[in-house]
């Protein structure tokens, strides 16, 4: 039977959970879902960096590329584009590339690349992913990105709902994943209340981003699984 890992952070990932296996990088909140809605409206790929200073130099190179991302949930000095799902229209993001610099999400994606494939997951592209991972035939490790370095609900109830959907053989803490989620969603009574229950969710809506975060809990309204092609550093569709 395949076999399903999780982390609640990048952090606490050791070599061998990667080895050989795919990743699913999980920042509900918001980062791995705007690089789902990005590539859905058809930018040619992302390139995930981890701090403001490389992206802004690395676009500085790359002048017909897009310097997007945020710290604080807030768009940096200088920065085109934001962390929100909505600022990446096809008319702004089609057939470009994006630098994009995030918290917690891009540095889970950079942390990550020893898998075998790293994945791009989110509750909107669910359906997809879980399509994806079964036809791809190698175990999952599931990576939460956190926030702050620290675990964070919404990405374990991302997690959870993976695990769930797979049905594979999971560690202790997949398992722990699988059943916190089912009862965030029990005590919230759903999946968008037991989020908008998070911290970094509160944090948003006080940011005036509420619609971000209803956006970022549709479950399975898109097609599109982002690879993350670790040894080129950028992310593109099949
Ligand atoms: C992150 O990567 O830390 C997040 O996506 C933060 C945010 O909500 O913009």
Redesign the pocket.
């Known amino acids: 039977m395949r076999k399903i890992d999780a982390v609640a952070l990048p952090d606490n990932l050791v070599h061998e959970q990667l080895q050989d296996r795919v990743a699913v990088v999980i ?1 509900i ?6 690089i789902v809605n990005a590539m859905e409206q058809g930018a040619k790929n992302i390139v995930p960096v981890a701090s403001v200073d490389s992206a802004r130099i690395l676009a500085q190179d790359n002048p017909d590329s897009i310097l997007c ?2 710290r ?2 807030i768009k940096p000095e200088g920065f085109i584009l ?3 799902p909505f600022e990446y229209s096809r008319k702004v993001v089609d057939g470009k590339s994006c630098i994009l610099t ?7 994606l950079r942390m990550s690349e020893d898998a075998a494939q790293v994945v791009v997951g989110s509750l909107r592209n669910l359906d997809a992913l879980c399509d994806w991972i079964k036809t791809d035939g190698r175990n999952v490790v599931l990576v939460c ?1 956190g ?2 370095r620290r675990v964070s609900l919404e990405d374990c109830i991302g997690a959870g709902l993976i695990i769930d959907r797979l049905g594979y053989a999971a560690t202790d803490s997949a398992a722990l994943m699988y059943h916190a989620m089912h009862s965030a969603v029990n005590r919230f009574d759903g999946v968008r209340f037991a989020i908008e229950s998070s911290s ?1 969710a509160k ?2 809506i006080n940011l005036g ?1 509420a619609q ?1 975060v209803q956006f970022a809990c549709e479950i399975g309204v898109s097609l599109t699984v982002p690879l993350f092609d670790s040894g080129v550093g950028e992310i593109h569709l099949d």
Do not use: K, M, V
């Open positions: 920042d909140l918001r980062a791995t879902t705007t991302g945020e604080g949930g934001g962390n929100s995030t918290t917690n999400g891009t540095r889970a990105s926030t702050d970094h944090r948003l981003f971000d």
